[in-house]
């Protein structure tokens, strides 16, 4: 006979309330986010020595070694990714109003830095970011060794490129369609030490070019020197090549590799002043007219341009094989089918996508014809010149010119020759 054997609980219920303590849960930094910030501080550092050395100092030296600590940190270590040149795309991405799916673009506060801070410091002290903290202008300013003249008018020709390629960054950024900046960067290979072989060919003849024209890409290519430009000519601290008065030796307009320091000049010699005055006054009537026309003839090929998105692209590719079906399909038509897409639903895309597309080629349009207009404007405005002055705009505060200033070399002689007090 077998006896009952009493119940037991075999997995007992678990007891909340024994007082055990649960361990707080820390959630690390990411190593990446404590490089980003390790990126903006070194940035501001920078920027900030550069400032003295071009403003207290005027020492060549010191922006020389900034320049060789970007290159070698901000692109062999960092492989250009802290790159403000590029974060314009992300701003305008964030800005603008297309949707992709219904997801939107939050700009990082660390790409927003990036974007701003040299920005703010040109407000203030000039391009002082090129002088040698971005490291695609210190590559450039490390290998070039002498300078040819380039003629004024062919300088001024190609300074319209940058403004073109900002441009076209931006209507190509706003309407979720490439970031080109990045795409046709061409120091990013060099770098990285790999990468698309095209644009490698392209960054190493820019740097054979860079011995001995100064800076080209920075001069010709570069769409945030062009913003930076316009920022020096208001800044709040304007560079100067010595304290002491200029003796017009012409040493400082000789070394300038970018061709930032103007010749004294008379605005009275070579030209009546009535005929300044009636060209001056039909490129101001000129400049609108510029404005309004190319801003016109991009709206008009936008949706020639819009074959840069990718809907709009796939698109395109199904109404083909739509219409022609027997032909083969490509690789992109075929993943359309096989996930289920609605053709419907990718014109409705499309359609936002090509109207975002003709607003903002009219406005990148406008742009592009405004910067004409002006350029025009300013080779028209003749002033006169008693001693050799510096062209903010164009000047990227390399400081070259600072050593060889017969006056800056008395004021160091002087420094160095003044007797140190002793105990």
């Not at 003796?247 to 009275?268: E, F, M, Q, T, Y």
Request: hydrophobic residues 45%; contains cysteine.
């Amino acid at each position: 006979m077998m006896t009952a054997l009493p119940l037991v609980a075999r997995f007992p219920k678990p007891d909340f309330t024994s007082g055990y303590q649960y361990p707080d849960i820390n959630h690390g930094v990411p190593a990446e986010e404590v490089w980003n910030w390790i990126d903006i501080g070194l940035m501001v550092v920078m920027m900030s020595v550069v400032a003295w050395a071009i403003h207290r100092r005027r020492s060549r030296a010191a922006v020389f070694t900034v320049s060789i600590i970007s290159v070698i940190y901000f692109g062999f270590i960092r492989s250009g990714c802290v790159c403000s040149v590029g974060s314009i795309q992300n701003v305008a991405l964030a800005l603008s109003p297309l949707s992709d799916a219904g997801n939107t673009y939050h700009l990082p506060l660390v790409v927003l830095l990036v974007f701003i801070l040299p920005l703010l410091f040109t407000l203030l002290f000039g391009r002082v970011f090129c002088a040698g903290v971005c490291p695609l202008g210190a590559l450039q300013e490390i290998v070039n060794i002498r300078n040819f003249r380039i003629s004024r008018a062919v300088t001024v020709a190609l300074s319209i490129i940058p403004w073109i390629y900002l441009a076209f960054a931006l209507l190509y950024a706003a309407t979720r369609s490439q970031f080109i900046i990045c795409r046709f960067d061409p120091f990013i290979g060099i770098f990285r030490m790999g990468g698309d072989w095209g644009m490698i060919v392209f960054g190493v003849l820019l740097l054979i070019m860079s011995v001995f024209i100064g800076r080209p890409f920075c001069q010709f290519l570069c769409p945030y020197g062009a913003l930076l430009g316009v920022l020096a000519n208001v800044s709040w601290m304007k560079i100067g090549v010595t304290k002491k008065q200029c003796i017009n030796c012409k040493l400082c307009h000789n070394s300038c590799p970018v061709d930032a320091i103007r010749p004294p000049s008379d605005s009275k010699v070579g030209e009546d002043r009535l005929q300044g005055v009636k060209r001056l006054l039909m490129y101001a009537v000129l400049l609108p007219v510029l404005t309004v026309g190319v801003a016109w003839l991009m709206a008009s090929g936008s949706n020639t341009l819009s074959m840069a998105n990718r809907d709009v692209y796939l698109y395109n590719m199904v109404m083909q094989h739509e219409i022609h079906p027997d032909e083969e399909m490509t690789a992109e038509v075929e993943a359309f089918y096989e996930m289920g897409r609605d053709i419907g639903q990718l014109h409705d895309q499309v359609t936002e996508i090509q109207h975002y597309f003709h607003i903002f080629a009219m406005a990148a349009g406008a742009l592009i014809g405004f910067v004409l207009g002006m350029k025009l404007i300013n080779l028209s405005l003749k002033r006169t010149r008693r001693t050799y002055e510096i062209d903010h705009a164009t000047c990227v505060a390399c400081g070259k010119c600072f050593d060889y200033c017969p006056q800056n070399m008395k004021t160091k002689k002087h420094t160095n020759t003044q007797p140190h007090e002793t105990d």
